[in-house]
């Protein structure tokens, strides 16, 4: 069984940065896409930034020009960088993995138990 362990969150100031991080442990055949999510209180969760094996990666219109998303494929780790943050960003974030178990199966949804960004003064 994998898990995604994600490091990072905490309290910050408008206009300040963090940097979130989620790596992946456990035995596995390959990952595919990663990505973040975030879920604000009293709302659903909603994609932040995903980044495929190869680099590519894809952002919401709210976090793009602040955030970027990141990958170390030999350290299975995903990273979000993220500047200029907003009170709005406020959420808990939540890393997504795309991981699958042998060559021939097909890829299954992974999640982390989350980690708070609180964005205040």
């Known amino acids: 069984q994998v898990h995604l362990v994600e490091s990072g969150g905490g309290v910050v100031q408008p206009g300040g940065s963090l940097r979130l991080s989620c790596a992946a442990s456990?035995?596995?055949?390959?990952?595919?896409?990663m990505g973040w999510y975030r879920q604000a209180p009293g709302k659903e969760r909603e994609l932040v930034a995903v980044?495929?094996?190869?680099?590519?990666?894809n952002y919401a219109d709210s976090v793009k020009g602040r955030f970027t998303i990141s990958r170390e494929n030999p350290k299975n780790t995903v990273y979000l960088q993220m500047n200029s943050l907003k009170p709005e960003d406020t959420a808990v974030y939540y890393c997504?993995?795309?991981?699958?178990?042998?060559?021939?199966?097909?890829?299954?949804?992974?999640w982390g138990q989350g980690t708070l960004v609180t964005v205040s003064s």
């Open positions: 980044i495929t094996s190869s680099g590519n990666s």
């Open positions: 456990g035995s596995f055949f390959s990952i595919n896409t």
């Open positions: 997504n993995a795309q991981i699958r178990y042998s060559s021939w199966a097909r890829f299954l949804e992974h």
